[in-house]
């Protein structure tokens, strides 16, 4: 297997370790995303180490590529433990975990696991969807409830929003009364000071990005941001405490071009970079 470009060697004194979760067994429409993690590998070997937008480079940074974590493609309670149990490791040997997904519901026992290291964690979701339905298709864990579920573990208020373009309206009222959900967009002035003082796991889900230059994921939506916009959200949250973070829905499959693959690389150079910064 493929390492993602520039990753160290050893695991011991990396500071972020890459883990790829190729798990899509609750996709809805376009399965696909368990190829991502190898995906992103393989394409990072496309672009270059430094970043012009951060005029830093991740050969400057000491992170290790993990691999991926064995699950079997649609039993979640085997992703579930699995999960738990290697985020728990790295976790008490004090080092950030930077999840490649596989679908949005990976995202879920890794949160748990953060919160029981970190009481007080905010969620940033990046995404072109509000995910908080109680239950779809009579699942109650699913790529379309998933931050309903964490929701469920941070508590009312710790969820920030942003992006989000697609929902139920019953979903957009919830978020209303419990989360704090930007339409759209990723303007984040408003919520700096009430995240500044607060460990922060970021969520990215590709689908965030519009669909012209992002067309490889399970449920494209039109009218969402561009590569520029990403890379201005990252500079304004980089002095926070963000603790991990995941990117997830990216399915290689459906872009054969690779151009899907490469933005999702490159959107892992950039937060490698600003993972490093605190």
Do not use: W
Not at 34 to 47: G, K
């Amino acid at each position: 297997m493929k390492k993602f470009l520039g990753a160290n060697e050893n695991i011991d004194n990396a500071k972020i370790v890459l883990i790829g979760i190729p798990f899509d067994g609750t996709s809805s429409f376009r399965s696909g995303s368990r190829f991502a993690p190898d995906s992103i590998r393989l394409f990072s070997n496309s672009i270059e180490t430094y970043s012009p937008y951060f005029n830093d480079d991740i050969e400057n940074i000491n992170f290790y590529d993990y691999g991926n974590i064995e699950v079997t493609i649609n039993n979640f309670s085997v992703l579930n433990s699995h999960t738990q149990k290697i985020i728990k490791k790295l976790l008490e040997k004090d080092k950030k975990a930077f999840v490649l997904g596989g679908e949005h519901l990976i995202t879920l026992p890794i949160v748990e696991i953060y919160k029981g290291f970190y009481n007080d964690l905010k969620v940033i979701q990046l995404d072109a969807h509000t995910d908080l339905r109680d239950e779809y298709f009579g699942e109650k864990y699913s790529h379309a409830t998933v931050m309903r579920r964490i929701f469920d573990i941070v508590g009312e208020k710790n969820i920030f929003q942003f992006g989000i373009r697609s929902g139920t309206k019953d979903e957009f009222n919830f978020a209303n009364k419990y989360t704090n959900l930007v339409k759209f967009s990723l303007k984040i002035e408003k919520f700096l000071d009430k995240l500044k003082n607060f460990p922060i796991y970021l969520s990215i889900d590709l689908d965030v990005f519009d669909l012209s230059i992002l067309p490889g994921t399970g449920n494209p939506e039109p009218g969402g941001i561009n590569f520029k916009e990403f890379i201005d959200f990252l500079k304004k949250i980089k002095e926070l405490n963000i603790v991990g973070c995941d990117i997830v829905e990216l399915n290689p499959e459906i872009d054969k071009t690779g151009a899907s693959s490469i933005l999702a690389a490159e959107v892992v150079r950039e937060m490698l970079i600003v993972l490093n910064k605190n």
